[in-house]
């Protein structure tokens, strides 16, 4: 059974950083998407961005390209999200998860970590 488990999380000042990272397990995750959603209080989950584990192709939400990079390490079964230059609207819990290869909005995810709290004040 795949486990996804989100960390990082934190209260951060608008203009910092966090990086958050979803440690993986139960399987290889060599032929899936994987991603990044948001949601907060009050609103949908909403994409925020994907990589394709086998060629590490990228997709991105276009409220956070240019200030968040999204990452994996194969060998330690890792995906990261390098988040910078933070606002007060990025405050969302994150929530990691698996979709089918090649799609990278992960219109249909089939796995979901239990999320990290990003809050960013202003």
């Known amino acids: 059974q795949v486990q996804l488990v989100e960390s990082g999380g934190g209260l951060v000042q608008a203009g910092g950083s966090l990086r958050l990272s979803c440690a993986t397990s139960?399987?290889?995750?060599?032929?899936?998407?994987m991603g990044w959603f948001r949601q907060a209080p009050g609103a949908e989950r909403d994409f925020v961005a994907a990589?394709?584990?086998?060629?590490?192709?990228?997709n991105y939400a276009d409220s956070v390209k240019g200030r968040f990079t999204i990452s994996r390490d194969n060998a330690g079964n890792t995906m990261y999200l390098e988040m910078n230059n933070l606002k007060p609207e990025d405050t969302a819990v994150y929530y990691c998860?698996?979709?089918?290869?090649?799609?990278?909005?992960?219109?249909?995810?089939?796995?979901w970590g239990r999320g990290t709290q990003v809050t960013v004040s202003s």
């Open positions: 998860a698996t979709g089918p290869p090649g799609d990278l909005l992960l219109r249909r995810p089939d796995s």
């Open positions: 990589v394709r584990w086998s060629v590490g192709s990228t």
């Open positions: 139960g399987r290889t995750f060599t032929f899936k998407t």
